[in-house]
């Protein structure tokens, strides 16, 4: 203290530190959503590495990382959004009350992050949600600040990877001939009954006969790729023989779940409302997609699982490269983006995932950062996203 400050002075300004210290802790909720066939495993260490990162670089910020439980991917999509509605509701409620900041406050912010068709049912979710306010001047509650997707088909799957799907199919042959010997024992058919185990999914690419019971709805999954079960997001063309073999109704179901890859107009209207959503509400969206590089001869272009927009398009913005160069095919790529072995952009991916949940709290809480300290965060992420988290045993650590 200088000779000019007075004790009063001082005092004050101690009044005003304890003031600051005091500040309750936001609580911040980030709900990950698997997809088509997916399990509570398919993040795998992700939410947890996520999590680590947000603590480390987001003053005055308690995250919880939470995986909606495992649900069955068959019947109506809306069906399944309103479960998860209904589980997020009283979600939120209950750490509202444990805060102390009273059920339905608006206190805990709330982020959503879908993976494939987990991104449909999240994006679902929200525009329900903003659908159900009283009026438009409402707040949003739950009060999300972002929805990001995870190589989500919201304009629907990419072709090539039906194409693709079948040269695998062609590389693994005596698989497939089991596999397909399966399914017209399935509809009817008698065929092989050796098993082929412990060989990558396969795609269907086989011709029904006319006395199967599957060529009575063929014709609807042959009009979105040539595929059995016409995909969806964890696979799309790609079936296991255990999945196959469970039954005529577990195909039928799953093919209701998924036909909504197959409708263009409802797919870009939702792209619309995703994007009118952020503009007057300001909830974040963002959609990373799984992008292989060109690999000739077989494949002179990049690959990517899902259909992108047009680059002139306003949504072509919302939508980000995952780049990929150690998996296979698209197939691998898509299913493994969590998986370090399989991706090598898993950790970019989480740094720009970190970035993007970083500044919707920043924007929730009417801050503008500066780019001096922008970059300061950017780089404590990226020693937070590699270190070894203690209950992972360095599971997905960088070596």
Known sequence: MSSGDSPSEDKSADTNLTVIKQLPTDLLLIVFIHGFKGTDTTFKNFPSRLEHVLTEVIENLKVECIVFPAYETKGQLNAAVEHFAD????????????????????????????????????????????NSRPDKNAPLWPNIIACIAFD?????????????SATKAVEYAGAARTVVSDV????????????????????????????SGWAKWAP?????????????????AYYRRDDIGSGYSWATDHMNYVRNLWDEEALRKRMRDLVDVQVHLGVTFRS??????PAPPSFSSPRTFVILPQRTSPIAAHFLP???????????AHTNMFNPRFNDGYYQLGLDTAKIIREAVMSARGIIESDDTEAQKDVEAAAAMEETLPDQGGSDAKP
């Open 152 to 164: 989500t088909p919201y304009l629907g799957l990419h072709p090539t990877v039906f194409k693709n």
């Open 87 to 130: 589980w997020l509701t009283t979600l939120t409620v209950q750490r509202e009350v444990a805060g102390g900041q009273g059920g339905g406050a608006g206190k805990t912010r709330v982020v959503l992050c879908g993976h494939s068709m987990g991104g449909l049912l999240a994006a679902d979710a929200l525009l329900a949600f903003v």
């Open 220 to 236: 609807a999954a042959y009009a979105v790729g040539g595929a059995l079960v016409a995909g969806a997001a964890a696979g799309t």
């Open 184 to 211: 017209f024992s399935l509809f009817g058919k008698k065929g092989a009954s050796s098993t082929v185990y412990g060989q990558p999914p396969l795609a269907i690419a086989a011709a029904p006969t006319e006395e």
């Open 322 to 332: 995952a780049r990929n160069h150690q998996a296979a095919d698209e197939v691998q």
């Open 288 to 293: 990373f997609y799984t992008l292989l590089p």
